[in-house]
């Protein structure tokens, strides 16, 4: 920036912002590739909205590489096109290693007698193919794959990936253009399908499609919300990029501080590359992002060059892919589903099948127009996968065994809980009950803030849950707390002790933090996840309440419609009477850990959690773990600070052993998290 940028501008601001957009970067560094965060989340926010506030008093220091603009700016009107410098072309895929073989043969055919080539096999992430430009070190654009030539400029909605750098480290040429794969982590997906499937939306099938959906979002505010991740692989044959290996590729990427993805391995011979293909097909379903398959490249550029490339495909690499497991089972029962926002979402009973490791008994199928394209219908036999390897999914039937007289499964017309009429979405599929006072719509409205995901009320499950409502002793959470001994064990298998240990449970959840009440309330398109945001920003529902959408929508990862939904929310007089009415109960209003301090002894510790506690379930541990100031992780890497291990602790063990990470029992983790020595 000129100093005629800087006008008007007093020095120590434009100072202040310059450390500010270092720290900002740095953490950013430490949190999204090195798994070792120094401070919370809440400390990390506090900074950025300095520098926002800087940037909003003095608009000229805000740079194009500023952490500020990662949140997103006004929406498109569409996206332009883009030419590729270097056209990027598709890969040959193979699925037996017999291929590989005949692909290696190939290889060496093509090389002089006496060389021989070495490979670098890579997993090949599931996601969307991404071509990045930096000029001088600087981010300045990106563009989907799109036909190989030609692709979209999603310069904006790629900024928003808090582990790419806007600014490259050390010395790289003045034009670079590098390439990966974005992409959505699992425990993403799974988030926003827990939300889809509160608002009645169907769940996103895998995350290839999640993240090609999230990249042709014209709002990147949105995009920011998705949480994608970055994997590089590639430096594009610009001139002044000549590197002679693709190992060396790598190692560049990282040296100028880009996310790459760390299992990919050298191999001398076919054999090696045989040997980490066998490795992956297991080990595949660890991984926290989906994987397909695995790359396989020639290493050197030397015969890179020599082997050239096809019209479609370069000669010198292959993509070996896993086969999908599809299971056979039989759709015996199919029925809707009604959600806490009204919508009707058909359900299928299968015979317990095993796929992917797991036991499937029962697969959403999404909507009634879904239904009947499908043609599905009670008694079919049905092929059925793990979407992503996640979600069960229906792909469809089989003709030739389908039984005689089987009938296609008819629309509802009216609620199968409540018996009001059903609407549909005007111009959409869903089916919805607007009768608010729908008893399966107050079960599951119930089921949720006593989740444990939201106040973690403990013995309050389905059974008692449906009997309260039924029996008309709860309509609403803060019915909950009226209840005493004697009510509840008048309830079917609810004995006198059972309902004393119901009664102190539901009086502990009064203790919640806020950000637990907040999911547990059910705002449509808040989970855990915004629940916290919005907790640590505001301190207390009060200031939230009064909070205008616009004030919402400036926090970071909050859009317009999230921020509409909110205010929505509290705009709607029965639910500010819901408030009121928890309030007066003595539920919690107030986040302690933004508002209240108290002591952090875990503070910028990176601690994974292994085997069955004792003493907390996996929710109630991170809880603890982030209260005390620490950051709960599921992998373990050299940057693990400790590994917390319970009964049956598995293969993170070893891995931390390996790696020297502390490992505590559940009682040294107390002694820590009580400060003593």
Not at 141 to 159: E, F
Not at 467 to 475: C, E, I, W
Not at 659 to 676: H, I, N, Q, S, Y
């Amino acid at each position: 920036m000129t100093a005629k940028s800087h006008q008007n501008v007093p020095p120590k601001a434009v100072r202040r912002a310059e450390e500010l957009r270092t720290e900002i970067d740095r953490h950013n560094r430490l949190y999204y590739r090195e798994n070792a965060p120094e401070i919370s989340d809440f400390e990390f926010d506090a900074l950025l909205r300095e520098l926002q506030d800087l940037e909003k008093q003095y608009p000229s220091l805000v740079t194009p590489e500023s952490p500020t603009q990662r949140v997103g700016g006004a929406p498109l009107t569409g996206f332009e096109t883009v030419e590729h410098a270097v056209p990027m072309l598709s890969i040959d895929n193979t699925y037996s290693y017999e291929e590989i073989k005949e692909f290696d043969e190939r290889v060496r055919r093509g090389l002089p007698p006496r060389e021989k080539p070495e490979y670098v096999v890579e997993l090949k992430i599931d996601g969307v193919a991404i071509s990045i430009l930096y000029e001088r070190g600087v981010y300045v654009r990106a563009a989907t794959r799109g036909d190989g030539y030609r692709g979209d400029n999603v310069t904006q909605n790629v900024k928003t990936i808090r582990s790419l750098p806007m600014r490259l480290k050390g010395k790289s040429p003045d034009l670079i253009e590098v390439r990966g794969e974005v992409y959505m982590p699992r425990e993403e997906l799974l988030r926003l399908n827990q939300i889809r499937e509160e608002t009645g939306e169907p769940p996103l099938a895998n995350t290839r499609n999640a993240t090609g959906g999230a990249l042709k979002l014209l709002d990147s505010r949105l995009v920011a919300q998705r949480r994608l991740q970055l994997a590089l692989y590639d430096i594009a044959p610009l001139p002044g990029s000549d590197i002679a290996s693709h190992w060396q590729t790598l190692k560049n990427l990282k040296a100028y501080g880009l996310p790459v993805d760390p299992h990919a391995e050298r191999c001398p011979a076919l054999d090696d590359v045989i040997a980490v293909c066998e490795k992956w097909r297991d080990k595949r379903a660890g991984l926290d992002f989906a994987i397909d398959g695995l790359v396989i490249k020639v290493d050197s550029a030397e015969h890179r060059r020599r082997l050239g490339a096809t019209s479609k495909a370069p000669r010198w690499v292959i993509a070996y892919k896993y086969p999908a497991e599809v299971a056979r089972t039989r759709l015996h029962t199919i029925w809707a589903n009604v959600g806490k926002t009204g919508t009707l979402t058909p359900v299928g009973e299968l015979d317990p099948v095993q796929l992917s490791g797991t036991t499937v008994k029962r697969a959403s199928l999404y909507n009634f127009d879904d239904l009947a394209r499908k043609d599905l219908r009670e008694g079919d036999i049905v092929e059925v996968q793990k979407a992503g390897e996640i979600i069960p999914q229906v792909i469809r039937y089989v003709p030739e065994l389908r039984p005689k007289g089987a009938k296609r499964t008819p629309v509802p017309t009216k609620c199968p809980s409540c018996g009001s009429e059903v609407y549909k979405d005007p111009d959409g599929v869903y089916l919805r009950c607007l009768n608010v006072a729908c008893p399966q719509q107050v079960r599951t409205r119930i089921e949720h803030y006593a989740s444990r995901g939201a106040m973690d009320i403990d013995g309050l499950g389905p059974a008692s849950i449906d009997q309260l409502v039924t029996r008309n002793l709860v309509a609403t959470p803060s019915d909950l707390y009226v209840l005493d001994v004697d009510t509840l064990a008048g309830l079917e298998r609810m004995g006198q002790k059972s309902a004393s240990n119901l009664v102190a449970a539901i009086e502990d959840s009064k203790n919640r933090t806020l950000e637990r009440l907040l999911n547990g309330l059910g705002i449509r398109h808040v989970g855990s996840h915004v629940a916290e945001l919005l907790a640590g920003h505001f301190g207390d529902i009060d200031t939230l309440m009064a909070a205008s959408e616009q004030e919402l929508n400036d926090i970071y990862e909050v859009g317009p419609t999230l921020a509409r939904s909110v205010r929505d929310f509290f705009d709607t007089e029965a639910n500010r009477k819901l408030v009121e009415s928890l309030r007066a109960h003595g539920v919690n209003m107030r986040e302690r850990r933004a508002v209240g301090g108290g002591p952090r002894p875990l503070e910028g510790k990176t601690i994974v959690v292994t085997g069955t506690l004792k003493n907390y379930s996996r929710d109630t541990i991170n809880e603890r773990i982030k209260q005390l100031g620490g950051r709960p992780s599921s992998s373990v890497s050299a940057k693990t600070d400790y590994v917390l291990a319970g009964d049956n602790p598995g293969s993170k063990i070893d891995k931390a052993k390996k790696l020297k990470v502390p490992v505590l029992t559940e009682d040294e983790f107390e002694t820590l998290a009580e400060g003593r020595p």
